[in-house]
């Protein structure tokens, strides 16, 4: 038996035919394109779509903000520019851990914390506050991003807020676990914390550690003071707990008390006082008192002293003239 074949190439062209006649497109090869293609359609991606394949040293965390996973930061570009500022705080980051902030030497920008600007070195920033980064160009001034720092104890935080493109993974209280929605936290309450917070693009998470104290520093004094807060005595005061801090006014000049570090102090000298006690989560207490003037142990020593020298004096001249009149 013989076995005819047809032509292959009449057979493929009748078939590529009859599916252009239906309307089908079959491919289509791009030889000039050279970027990543739509993993559904096939299709290329525009050069506003950033794919974050396995390969890819970048993911897209919000807008044109990335995290580089060679640097392990987050980097935020300057538009018409190849500057770029690089920092471990994404915008809108409660964190406990110091930050980082640099940039390309063609970006000129500026951090301030709770409104001061921040001068000198920027790679450790560790003091508790809001903190904005702000670009300082001509013709592009303009924020950037924002982040906060708190210390291991803090009254700043009555709402945890997951940043755009996080979302909240876990949350232990008090060493027991809360169920929370996955965006905000309701941190109103006393207590120790732990959110961990995720970040979609990434995988990465981050966590906040922190202990929520609103309960005000309080001094217990010792002296006899009346209903007007005045004493004839020195101020004995205690209670000073470890990261207490005194800003103490006399007659509105800022001075020291006498600290004995062992949580106790006195303030000796006369005076019309105000006295504000801080504690390390940022709460504050302010007392007002007088101290009238009064006579101490050494006041009335060096009083003493000084009659005894007058007494001395007046002895001397009395027995000068004495010998005057004699002679």
């Known amino acids: 038996m013989k076995i005819k074949y047809k032509r292959p190439a009449r057979a493929l062209l009748a078939v590529l035919l009859l599916l252009a006649l239906a309307g089908g497109n079959v491919f289509a090869i791009n030889t000039t394109y050279n970027g990543y293609l739509d ?8 050069s506003s779509t950033d794919y974050t394949g396995a390969d890819s040293s970048r993911a897209i965390v919000k807008d044109n903000v990335y995290y580089d996973w060679n640097l392990h930061c987050f980097v935020y570009p300057i538009a018409g520019t190849l500057g770029e500022i690089y920092t471990d705080a994404a915008d ?3 964190l406990g851990d110091p930050v980082s902030i640099s940039a390309t030497d063609d970006v000129s920008f500026s951090v301030y914390r709770d409104g001061e600007e ?9 003091q508790p506050g ?14 950037m991003f924002a982040f906060t720092l708190v210390g291991s104890r803090t ?20 060493e027991e676990t809360l169920y929370t929605d996955r965006y905000s936290l309701d941190m109103e309450l006393e207590g120790d914390y732990t959110v961990q917070y995720t970040c979609m693009s990434t995988d990465i998470s981050y966590e906040l550690s922190t202990t929520i104290d609103r309960t005000p520093p309080t001094l217990s004094f010792k002296g006899k003071m ?4 005045r004493m004839r005595s020195a101020l004995l005061f205690e209670g000073l707990e470890r990261g207490d801090t005194i800003y103490l006014l006399r007659n509105g000049e800022q001075v020291q008390p006498v600290l ?3 949580g106790t102090g006195a303030i000796y000298d006369s005076g019309n006082y105000i006295m504000r006690v801080y504690d390390a989560a940022g709460n504050m207490t302010e007392y007002t008192f007088t101290i009238l003037m009064y006579f101490n142990a050494s006041s009335l020593a ?14 001397y001249v009395l027995r000068k003239r004495r010998k005057l009149k004699i002679g």
């Open 130 to 143: 809001s903190y904005v980064v702000s670009l300082k160009q001509a013709g592009n001034n303009r924020r």
């Open 39 to 46: 993993p559904v359609t096939g299709l290329p991606l525009d």
């Open 302 to 315: 060096f009083f003493a002293l000084v009659l005894a020298v007058i007494i001395a004096v007046i002895v």
């Open 92 to 94: 809108g980051m409660i």
């Open 118 to 126: 921040v001068t000198g070195d920027l790679s450790n920033l560790n």
């Open 226 to 229: 009346d209903e007007n807060n």
């Open 155 to 174: 009254n700043g935080i009555h709402t945890f807020r997951a940043p755009d493109g996080f979302y909240i993974s876990d949350v232990v209280k008090d």
């Open 260 to 262: 004995n570090g062992d």
